[in-house]
Every structure is written in structure tokens, then in C-alpha cells.
């Protein structure tokens, strides 16, 4: 296809949708499309120089008057400027608040500008603050004004339709995985590192530690594995509740079993040393981490929440469970690292898996084609 201008507004952080908007960008520019990122800080996944990309970073500039600084306005003037300045083609924006009624603004404001918006939800833009009346209409606005609403699950485009009573189309492109990267690894340093060379069986959690990722219950089915387990547990990432998730396991006396990595570059070869995935979370549109592990060959233990099922087929990729069943997750647990053949079934299983549905390739294709069909109506 012919090549683009596209850009892309996103958080920066190392949550799902800042982690999916970062990895679509490269991939476009590696087929050969231009593509600018728009966002406060140099997104986590883009540290380095990579052909085809620019960032701009939004600063906001301080004003005695202002309370709260307006970095809305700063980034609809960053997108205005860009998208007149290389008459950006498609303005990609990922999760809807504020970056959606952004796009509209710096559209509104750039006479002659013929970008296509596109709004990706992504979760709580829709499930938390699309019900928060501070929000409410302005997402709507903002949905309402996108050329194409995108939604990472049938689960949020259900929930889109029901919180806005929204009736236009939604697509439905899931999150993707780069399964050359998320693949299985003979990772014996990196296990050897993590166990203290010890016989130690691995459970890994990776997540932002918001209170709904209910990171403390890894370490209760820790504890309830029991002293004759070998298990140790591996938390990547770092978050609000990181701290709390810390004291819990110095109350239960579990700190030595334990291993607190915060936020890593190398997630794949950590998630592919270790043997089961364990994630409590209470909400989730897609489940990112899920998939990730998944792609490297490690079953799930999670739960039956939003488009969680979407991701992990129960008894097939992984296992699932109520939100809060701790002794569920904990015998799920117990029965993937004591049986080898289970494990090796369900985690050849989710990388099958993986590759068919949720590969980088076929996603972003799929995304080339919506990108494609919006410019044809142009
Ligand atoms: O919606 C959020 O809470 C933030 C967002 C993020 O940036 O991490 O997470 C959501 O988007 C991810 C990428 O699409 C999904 O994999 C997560 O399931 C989703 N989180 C929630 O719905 C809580």
C-alpha cells in the first residue's frame, strides 16, 4: 500500500495501551510508513533511534494562573502543528481520554488539514471514566467526532455500547504480540539468576501494580503453596501498590522467595524463564501480559473478567478463575508446576494460539486496511 503519514498519540508509560501504540508505530515505520508520536515523555518501548519516526515530546509550560497545567491544549497545538506541517493522513490517538477530543481540536484548528482520526479504546477510558460524569460527554464527543472507533475486545466494544449507548461501528483489532520476540527461550542464565541457581519452580506476574491487578493475591497463593513447594515468585513492573504488595510478603515471611524486578526492558526472557503466569487482576479489557505470556509457551492463571476469556481459553492456554478465588488460583498453580505434560500442553497450546489470533503481522495489516479504507472515503 502506499506509504502514510500517520500519527500516533499515547500515554508514554509501560501500561498495555502506551506498550500497543508504541509497538503499531514501529511496526507501520518498518513497512515503510512516517510516523510521529505525540506524548509527555519519550514512550518506554522507544528508546532508541528507529528510521521512520519522529517524537514530540509535549511540554506544558507553567503559568501562575493555572492550577493545572493544560496539557490538552498542549497536544492538540503539537498535533495541529505536525499534522499541517507533514499533512499528516491519519491521526491514530490511543485511549480516549484526553487524546481523542485532542484530535478533534487540532483538526478543527488546522484549516485544510484532511487527517482521518482514529480512537482506540483501550479499558477504563470507557469502563471507569466513560461513567464518570467529569468525562461522560466529552468522551462521547469524542467518539462521535472519530472517523474510526477501535476496541481491543468484543468485551469493551460491549461495554462502549452499553455505557454510551454508542451505535456506530467499533472495530474490533485486538492487542498483538511480536512472537518472534515472546517466543519459547532455553533461558538456563536467566533462570539460574532468578532461582539462585537453586531447584526453584517460577511464577511471574507483570503489571503496573494498580489496585486492580490485585498483585498482593500472587503472594497469598504463594504462601498457600506451602512450605513444601519450591515455587518462587517473580514480580515485574511497578506501581501504586508495589509497596503494599512489598509489606504483605515481609508480614507472611516470603520476602526470600521473592523477586521484586520493577520495570525491565527484557520482559521476554524473563517471562519465558519461568513456568506458570499468575495474574488475580479484577478488570481487564484484553490482558496484554496474558498474551505475552502465552506467545513464550507459559499457561495463565488469571481470572474470568472482561475480555480475559477472549485471550486465555480455560482449561486449553491456562486456567480461570473467579475474581478473589485465591485457593482456586492456588491449586491451578499447584497442578501446572507439578504436572509437566499439562504445562507443556497448555503453553504449546497458547503460543499456538497466539500466532493465530494475535500476531503483530495479521494485526497490522488489519490496521492498514482501516487506515486504507478511511483515506478511499476521504
Ligand atoms: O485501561 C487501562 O486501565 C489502561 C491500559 C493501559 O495503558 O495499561 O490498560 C488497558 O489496555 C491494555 C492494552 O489494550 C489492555 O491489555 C488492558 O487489559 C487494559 N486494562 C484494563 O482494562 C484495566
Redesign the pocket.
Known amino acids: 500500500m502506499k506509504s502514510l503519514r500517520i500519527g500516533i498519540a499515547c ?1 508514554p ?1 509501560f ?6 501504540a508504541t509497538e503499531l508505530g514501529l511496526a507501520l515505520a518498518d513497512r515503510g510508513h512516517e510516523i510521529h508520536f505525540f506524548s509527555y515523555a519519550r514512550p518506554s518501548r522507544l528508546s532508541a533511534y528507529h528510521r521512520g519516526v519522529e517524537f514530540h515530546n509535549v511540554s506544558v509550560s507553567s503559568y501562575p494562573l493555572f492550577q493545572y497545567p493544560p496539557y490538552d491544549l498542549a497536544l492538540a497545538s503539537s498535533m495541529r502543528a505536525i499534522m499541517e506541517e507533514r499533512s499528516l493522513d491519519i491521526l491514530h490517538v490511543h ?1 480516549a481520554v484526553p487524546h481523542a477530543i485532542c484530535a478533534h481540536l487540532a483538526r478543527e484548528m488546522c484549516s485544510g488539514c484532511g487527517a482521518r482520526i482514529v480512537t ?1 479504546l ?4 470507557i ?2 471514566l466513560g461513567r464518570d460524569p467529569s468525562y461522560r460527554e466529552v468522551i462521547a464527543f469524542g467518539l462521535q467526532q472519530s472517523d474510526a472507533v477501535v476496541s ?1 475486545s468484543g468485551w ?1 466494544e460491549q461495554q462502549t455500547r452499553e455505557v454510551f449507548g454508542y451505535e456506530g461501528t467499533i472495530h474490533v483489532l485486538p ?1 498483538f504480540v511480536d512472537a518472534e520476540r515472546f517466543r519459547p527461550r532455553s533461558n538456563d542464565d536467566v533462570r539460574r539468576g532468578l532461582t539462585s541457581g537453586r531447584d526453584r519452580q517460577l511464577i511471574v506476574h507483570v503489571s ?1 501494580f ?1 489496585a ?1 491487578k490485585r498483585a498482593s493475591e500472587t503472594v497469598d497463593v504463594l504462601q498457600r503453596l506451602g512450605p513444601e513447594s519450591n515455587a518462587s515468585l517473580v514480580l515485574v513492573g511497578d506501581g501504586p501498590d508495589l509497596s503494599l504488595v512489598r509489606d504483605h510478603a515481609a508480614r507472611l515471611g516470603l520476602l526470600d522467595r521473592i523477586r521484586f524486578l520493577g520495570e525491565i526492558e527484557n520482559v521476554e526472557e524473563v517471562v519465558a524463564a519461568c513456568d506458570v503466569a499468575l495474574y488475580p ?1 479484577e ?7 496474558a ?1 505475552e505470556a502465552m506467545a513464550t509457551s507459559v499457561p495463565v492463571v488469571t481470572t474470568r473478567v ?2 480475559v476469556p477472549e485471550v486465555v481459553v480455560d482449561g486449553e492456554t491456562g486456567l480461570l478463575h473467579e475474581v478473589g478465588d485465591v485457593d482456586g488460583m492456588t491449586a491451578s498453580v499447584r497442578t501446572l508446576l507439578t504436572d509437566s505434560d499439562l504445562n507443556a500442553r497448555m503453553g504449546a497450546q497458547g503460543r499456538q494460539r497466539a500466532l493465530e489470533l494475535f500476531s503483530l503481522d495479521s494485526l497490522l495489516l488489519r490496521h492498514e486496511q482501516l487506515y486504507s479504507s478511511l483515506i478511499a472515503g476521504r
Open positions: 500515554y508509560t501500561g498495555g495501551s502506551g506498550v500497543m485511549y482506540t483501550h479499558g477504563t477510558d469502563t471507569i481491543v469493551l492487542n503496573n494498580r486492580l487482576t478488570s481487564e479489557s484484553f490482558g496484554l501480559a498474551l472482561g475480555g
